[in-house]
């Protein structure tokens, strides 16, 4: 069993999840993550929500394909490319 939890924006200015699974607890090995996403600069946000809008695919493989973005991550708001494409 697995828990992932994410807290809420109004806590931490960033987003930031927390993940354990209950197996690895009581192990000798047992270890817990902590994930911070990469935070966008503001010009590559707009850049980023423009493409989205205009459902720009070609512009997503570009950039991912040159590293400049990644799926996970985020914009100053804690939004991110898998949350809201369709």
Not at 57 to 82: C, H, T, Y
């Amino acid at each position: 069993m697995t828990l992932i939890y994410s807290f809420p924006k109004w806590l931490v200015n960033r987003v930031l999840s927390f993940s354990a699974a209950w197996g690895s607890m009581t192990n000798a090995g047992a270890s817990l993550h902590l994930k911070v996403p990469r935070m966008v600069d503001p010009e590559m946000s707009k850049r980023l929500w423009v493409a989205v809008g205009r459902k720009d695919v070609d512009w997503f493989r570009e950039k991912i394909s040159a590293k400049e973005l990644l799926p996970a991550d985020i914009d100053e708001d804690g939004d991110n490319i898998v949350d809201v494409s369709d």
